[in-house]
């Protein structure tokens, strides 16, 4: 308990001055070497000895790198892969707090440092155009400073593959390692292999690196060197197996003469249709091991052997963001079991420096994905596992144009294109508002305010119905798939942003801001159905296509949509199937929304059947892999694990009425199942639900943790209200 009163304070303590908190460093300086061009795949070895004779209880150390760092102190290794991928904001930098204490010894000391700079824009990384590390650590009368005392010097034995390269929207490259070119023993103490004075590049602070932000998420989990679940030897090819998709470093040992190659990647290499990453390991003479240290995924290692080159022994690491599998779910169709499983892995392997539509092709915060992952972390993830959601959110806004307008991915040094609808969805009810309401979060909420309302009333127009005039942007995208109906979803997710920017100017008490937006949705409300409403389903007067399953759900989620249109509604769902699994997770809310929770699971069977018959452990970016894909087809994709967010949420009702699940009703819509059971893990603990139907009623046994109150349904048609304790009642 006291950890989920830690966080708390530490939401508490975030993003109340300005939209990052900075200023951390006093005197340290960025530091690398004469050699450094800050080329593209650039690496650098540092190393510093200090004596210390009385170790302080603590010492953080505040680390910064462009790009990532790996830290090793007297021998041991102290962080892997340490550092942000660069850009809260256009001009800024994250940076490490490690408490280094724990390592030192009384007397000499030396710390290692092996930094990765990336050199190059991408999807995910705003290039700074140079190599850098940043370095303090003080107290009392100890002082370790990154300046010119420290060594620093190119690692050539880090190169550079031949082609193909990854695409361009990865910033990371292929990383070649010739042993023949080792510093063996670089990182321990007593080593003279790296000499050179570093150079001073820049102060802390000044450009190019710009501001420091603390790191707002955990350092990376580190389940260690692990081996695999089988190996397979097909001539010089050895295939291992991953327990599920996971973010892998691959090791190996190796006998050899020098020069032999071996040729590291995975299954997912070509993930969604185009060149990932993937390695080279160049042998010396003798018994040798390495990690190759950019992680890749997949849930296969492949290694390649060209040469006489023996493997004597192969593992791999698995690191990730730090959150556990709190939550879970569980029913009699095993089926809904396996989709709930492969949901979490996909929201999982999504996460790392921030989240990711897949951990492949892009690696990149697009934010029509995030808005459904951070739902569904609610119910799967323990509460350390919200803090990626408040980091995109603070860089979406910190990314705002001067026009008002906002994009995504970022940070991206490649790309600064809005997508109108998936902006409005982010800014709005199941974007920034779910971040806030489940989270019980709202110190987010005063920094974001002004970029939010900029974007909803300088960037967006309405005609005089007052309806949202549709916006192009650099590309109308609402779902992939055919028969979107772009003006109907236009409306009902900017009345929804205005829902939720309604909801924060009433907790700011921007009273002025809450007469105009209520005024604007009011004038939608009026409007939609006159223009959109057929009598057949909501349409656009000058859509050409198929009725779009996607408005109806839109229209009844948002609330425009009143309960009589119902019928007609769920009868258009029942016979038009247009939406891609992005879409598709409001489709099937609509259904439960609409009291169709049998038809929403059967639906929900028949759109994943096809998906789920592959043998992997992810769900996709379509329907299936290659024409049915969609966007290049990736088999890990953010967007499709909407199913999680409605087992738990719908199925077994588990739902906050007011922040952070302070109060919350358990509300069971079991459709066509007898039992279900599902566990959420929240700031004030877990809340733990199990129903089983026999003929009409429903048996609940229900957890309700200290600090919380819980409202379920009565027989009479009521709510009861129930205090922290176990109980078991009948419905």
Sequence with gaps: MKLRFLLCFFFACLGTNGIWASDAFTAAQWINTERCQSRSNTWLVYNKTVEIFSIPSSLVA????????????????????????????RQACYYDEVDIAPYLKSGENMIAVLLWHFGKDGFSHNNSGKAGLLFEAKSGDIAIISDRSWKCQLYEAYQDTDVPHPNYRLPESNIRFDARKELVGWNMPGNKLVTTPAEVIASAGELPFGKLVKRPIPMWKDYGLTDYVTKEVSG??????????????????????AGDTIFIQTDNYLGGGTENVRAEYITRDGIQEYESLGWMNGHEVVYRVSGSAKLLDVKYRETGYDAEFTGAFHCNDEFLNELWKRSARTLYITMRDSYMDCPDRERAQWWGDEVNELGEAFYALSPSGQLLARKGILELIGWQKNDGILFAPCPAGNWDKELPLQMLASVGWYGFYT???????????????????????????????????????????????????????????????????????????KTDDVEEITGMMQKIELAFDRRFWTGKGYRDPNYQGETDDRSQAMAVLSGLASEDKYPTIAAVMKREYHASPYMEKYVLEALFRMGESEFALQRMRERYQKMMSYPYTTLFEGWDIGPGGFGGGTINHAWSGGPLTLLSQKVCGITPLSPGFRTFSVTPQLGDLTEAEACIDTHYGKIEVHIKRTGKRLS??????EGTKALIPDRKGGLKEYHPGTYAIKI
């Design 62 to 89: 505040r680390i910064a790198a462009d790009s990532k760092y790996w830290m090793w102190i007297n021998g041991k290794l102290v962080v892997f892969e340490g550092g942000l991928k660069r850009g809260p904001e």
């Design 236 to 257: 010089n090819e050895l295939r291992c197996k991953l327990p599920y998709n996971a973010q892998v470093t691959p090791y190996l040992k190796v006998e050899a003469k």
């Design 435 to 509: 971040q806030y309401f489940y989270s019980g979060d709202s110190t987010f909420v005063p920094v974001i305010y002004d970029g939010v309302h900029r974007y909803l009333h300088d960037v967006w127009e309405t005609d005089a119905d007052g309806l949202p005039v549709f916006r192009m942007g650099a590309w109308s995208w609402g779902d992939w798939g055919e028969h979107t109906d772009m003006e109907v979803l236009t409306s009902c997710w900017y009345y929804l942003a205005l829902k939720a920017e309604r909801e924060f100017a009433l907790q700011l008490g």
């Design 700 to 705: 609940v046994r229900f957890t309700v943790p």
